[in-house]
């Protein structure tokens, strides 16, 4: 049972710190947001469309489902668009993680041949891979940033 609530409480860690990233993103323009950059995915956008698209197909293949793609950068032109996807697979995320059951956990879904706890960790830490790189960007275009440590995270939550 440990295992599970660790799971959960890394999930909703992962989910809460992203919000916190959307709300410094909130402190630049548009254009700011979709300025092109050529480390990692390319512009802002580019890589909070590409943590949620992650999430995403990561989640339909915990699920069983069909591989559902990697969504587009050039379909999210907005930072309302963009955030609106990340809002929609948060709370897909999080609704599949509270009802997961221990056992579950442990399984290997059809098509990933590690138990489900692995892959829901590996979203955990591909998004702070890349929420550091988007909180770089946001510090240099002067915006407000914060710790994204977890242990920080856990004692406000206290």
Avoid: C
Avoid at 1 to 15: C, R, S, W
Avoid at 37 to 51: E, F, I, K, Q, T
Avoid at 131 to 156: M, N, Y
């Amino acid at each position: 049972m440990m295992e599970l609530d660790l799971v959960k409480t890394f999930i909703e860690y992962h989910i809460d710190i992203t919000r916190r990233v959307w709300d410094s993103i909130d402190h630049i323009t548009e254009e700011q947001f979709l300025a092109d950059d050529a480390y990692s995915r390319g512009s802002l956008r580019n890589l909070v469309v590409h943590l949620a698209s992650t999430d995403r197909r990561w989640l339909a293949g915990l699920k069983n489902l069909p591989d559902v793609g990697h969504l587009k950068f050039e379909d999210y032109p907005t930072r309302a668009a963009a955030r609106e996807t990340f809002e929609n697979v948060a709370k897909e995320l999080s609704e599949y993680v509270r009802a997961l059951t221990a056992e579950e956990l442990t399984q290997h879904a059809e098509n990933i041949p590690a138990p489900r706890w692995t892959v829901l960790l590996h979203l955990v830490n591909h998004g702070t891979d890349h929420r550091s790189t988007v909180l770089q960007r946001l510090t240099e275009l002067g915006a407000p940033t914060f710790d994204q440590d977890f242990i920080l995270w856990l004692r406000g939550k206290r």
